[in-house]
């Protein structure tokens, strides 16, 4: 694939329009963040002078060059993985991920991803996600499992984040959480930004920092084990994407997840029989493998212009637990 050059020719009717915006305006298929980058790395000129701030804005008639450099060749290792796919076409491929599994390489996770994956089964990603990030849309956390969608080429991957930006893409989400919900449904919306004493954690944070974040929930089933101990199955609908959104704020409201080490001390499980302590401790505790599963995803076909809607099945170590909670 050679570099694409896009020339754009400014009339007086166009003076005091940002540039990252006009260009965004006239070819719709570029995201604005894709497109801001490129203007950054030096790949816009004005008048054959290079451009290098978005926020430039157009007080002269003129000419725009934007090349766009053909993407980088993937660094990664194609790996026969098996992968459980729940719909493929030319365009796009819904993954049901198993908890454990990481979404893309990264530090430490060079191979064995589903990226890995996907690269030897279906050879051609979007390139919009870098060259760690080929198809990437969206991500969940390695020890949840359920629904991912993947993009073959970039104007999916455009369409698809648009969808995600727009709060257009429907996904829900079952949870077992430690201690009863204070109420039986209710939406949770707060700001969401990095830990300042852990930069690997995200925290629940005042109106004018961080990112607005917002769940749905509503109460399933409860489980009253004993005195001390409660459990609540919940669903959750996202209606932002923030990281670790669902996890923080669930453990925002008294109720972490079971198994997320990273927001709950999960010492609960101490009082409970020793048959399902033994589980727990196996199965979620010891793995830090969290309740919680992708269980729907839904979405509009950026080709086929069609309302796609996906339902993956709870997963096994997630129902045993439901069946043992029952039983005690």
Same mark, same amino acid.
């Given at each position: 694939?050679?570099?694409?050059?896009? #020339?754009?020719?400014?009339?007086?009717n166009?003076?005091?329009?940002?540039?990252?915006?006009?260009?965004?305006?006239k070819?719709?298929?570029?995201?604005?963040?894709?497109?801001?980058q490129?203007?950054?790395?030096?790949?816009?000129?004005?008048?054959?002078k290079v451009i290098?701030?978005?926020?430039?804005? &157009? +007080?002269?008639?003129?000419?725009l060059?934007?090349?766009?450099?053909?993407?980088?060749?993937?660094?990664?290792l194609?790996q +026969?993985?098996?992968?459980?796919?729940?719909?493929?076409d030319?365009?796009?491929?819904?993954?049901?991920?198993?908890?454990?599994?990481?979404?893309?390489? *990264?530090? *430490?996770?060079?191979?064995n991803?589903?990226?890995?994956?996907?690269?030897?089964?279906?050879?051609?990603?979007s390139?919009?996600? @870098?060259?760690?990030?080929?198809?990437?849309?969206?991500?969940?956390? +390695?020890?949840t499992? @359920? $629904?991912?969608?993947?993009?073959k080429?970039?104007?999916t991957?455009? #369409?698809? /984040?648009?969808?995600?930006?727009?709060?257009?893409i429907?996904?829900?989400?079952? &949870?077992?959480?430690?201690?009863?919900?204070?109420? =039986? %449904?209710?939406?949770?919306?707060?700001?969401?930004?990095r /830990?300042?004493l852990n930069?690997?954690?995200?925290?629940?944070?005042?109106?004018?920092? *961080?990112?607005?974040?917002?769940? %749905?929930?509503s109460?399933?089933?409860?489980?009253?084990?004993?005195?001390?101990? +409660?459990?609540?199955h919940?669903?959750?609908?996202?209606?932002? @994407?923030?990281?670790?959104?669902?996890?923080v704020?669930? #453990?925002?409201?008294?109720?972490?997840?079971?198994?997320?080490?990273?927001?709950?001390?999960?010492n609960?499980?101490?009082?409970?029989?020793?048959? $399902?302590?033994?589980?727990?401790?196996?199965?979620?505790?010891?793995?830090?493998?969290?309740?919680?599963?992708a269980?729907? $995803? @839904?979405?509009?076909? =950026?080709?086929?212009?069609?309302?796609?809607?996906?339902?993956?099945?709870?997963?096994?170590?997630?129902?045993?637990l439901?069946?043992? $909670?029952?039983?005690n």
């Amino acid at each position: 694939m050679k570099p694409n050059y896009i #020339s754009i020719f400014v009339t007086s009717n166009d003076l005091d329009k940002r540039v990252d915006v006009y260009i965004s305006q006239k070819f719709k298929y570029l995201s604005r963040n894709r497109l801001k980058q490129l203007i950054i790395d030096g790949f816009l000129k004005f008048n054959e002078k290079v451009i290098n701030q978005p926020s430039f804005k &157009l +007080k002269e008639s003129g000419e725009l060059s934007l090349l766009i450099p053909e993407p980088k060749k993937y660094e990664l290792l194609p790996q +026969k993985l098996n992968l459980n796919i729940i719909y493929e076409d030319n365009n796009l491929i819904v993954i049901d991920k198993n908890a454990g599994t990481v979404v893309h390489p *990264g530090a *430490g996770n060079k191979d064995n991803t589903l990226v890995n994956a996907l690269l030897s089964h279906c050879k051609n990603l979007s390139g919009i996600g @870098g060259v760690l990030r080929p198809g990437v849309v969206h991500r969940i956390d +390695k020890m949840t499992s @359920g $629904l991912l969608v993947f993009a073959k080429d970039d104007i999916t991957h455009n #369409s698809l /984040s648009k969808q995600f930006k727009d709060k257009s893409i429907d996904r829900e989400y079952n &949870l077992l959480t430690w201690n009863q919900l204070t109420n =039986p %449904k209710g939406v949770i919306e707060t700001n969401i930004a990095r /830990s300042k004493l852990n930069r690997k954690k995200m925290t629940v944070t005042s109106s004018d920092a *961080g990112k607005v974040a917002i769940t %749905k929930f509503s109460l399933l089933n409860s489980f009253i084990i004993n005195e001390k101990i +409660k459990i609540s199955h919940v669903k959750c609908k996202l209606l932002t @994407g923030r990281t670790h959104q669902i996890r923080v704020h669930m #453990s925002h409201i008294g109720n972490p997840i079971i198994g997320d080490k990273k927001y709950s001390r999960n010492n609960y499980y101490l009082n409970l029989p020793n048959d $399902l302590k033994n589980f727990l401790l196996k199965n979620f505790i010891e793995p830090q493998r969290h309740a919680l599963h992708a269980n729907f $995803l @839904g979405f509009y076909h =950026p080709i086929k212009n069609e309302y796609l809607s996906f339902n993956s099945k709870l997963p096994r170590d997630f129902i045993r637990l439901l069946k043992n $909670l029952s039983e005690n």
